[in-house]
């Protein structure tokens, strides 16, 4: 008995949506998510010192500073970037859009605060936008993130612009077409 098996790729499992799949029509403007809280540590900040690179002093040596305006180390902004990403990829929405996700088309961030060792963090996901493109298969969705620290302080603010997949019409034609 011959037995023969598909192998199945990562494209072919993209284009077979799961059930609890999102696609760029599910998503409604306005709408808000918001993750578990995450307390950044020393740990974190020495880590992502060494595997970033930057020993910048403001991040890694206490004595500096302590004689800077935040008077004492604070986590690198692209530290915070990283955590915010880590927390809102397990929110629902994110886990059921990203076999959807076709590119990141634009990122932009501010840090209108200080990230202190010590500080727990929480993502706030809000969808802004969502525009059809010219192709029927795809739309572009405008969010924010922002990251709100246990005092209700905004620490990073975020605008991102993402290509996602329409869901595929019932007759397997384009959607939207």
Known sequence: MTRT????????AASQPAEDALFFDDLVPGEQHVTAGRTVTEADVVGFAGLSGDYNRLHVDAEFAAHTP?????????LVLSIASGLATRLRVSEALQANILGLLDLQCQ???PTRIGDTVRVV??????SPTSRPDRGVV???????????????SSGWKLLV?????AD?????G
Not at 5 to 12: A, H, Y
Not at 125 to 130: A, F, M, P, R, Y
Not at 142 to 156: D, K, L
Not at 165 to 169: D, E, G, L
């Open 165 to 169: 997949r329409r869901r595929p019409a």
């Open 125 to 130: 996901l809000t969808i802004n936008e969502c």
């Open 5 to 12: 098996s598909k192998r199945v790729t990562s494209r072919d």
């Open 111 to 113: 840090w209108p605060a």
């Open 172 to 176: 397997g034609s384009d959607a939207g």
């Open 70 to 78: 935040f008077g004492e180390r604070v986590a690198h902004g692209l």
């Open 142 to 156: 405008v969010m924010s993130r922002e990251v709100v620290n246990q005092r209700e302080e905004t620490v990073m």
